[in-house]
């Protein structure tokens, strides 16, 4: 990791520089979900604030049952050293 400052999270990228980790929880249908940050769907580059992730995540069920699919939450979570990915 750099240790470069202001220290920002703003990327999916920077969020695996720095090893954290993220989930997601959909307020409609009260899911939870463990986002895979070094997942390469989205990119290093994909933002990673909510207004950015809105655009791109939505609950698949609740879509399918036409209820409102970007009804979600975000939540940073700061992950212990052995459960980093390298």
């Known amino acids: 990791m750099s240790n470069k400052y202001p220290f920002t999270e703003n990327t999916l990228g920077k969020k695996l520089e720095a090893g954290t ?30 207004w950015d992730l809105i655009k791109i995540i939505y609950c698949h069920e609740c879509r399918a049952a036409g209820r409102d699919d970007r009804n979600l939450q975000f ?3 700061a992950l212990a050293p052995e459960k980093r990915r390298r």
């Open 21 to 50: 980790g993220l989930s997601v929880y959909y307020l409609t249908c009260k899911r939870t979900a463990a986002l895979d940050v070094a997942e390469r769907r989205f990119g290093a580059d994909q933002p990673c604030m909510h």
């Open 75 to 77: 939540t940073n979570h």
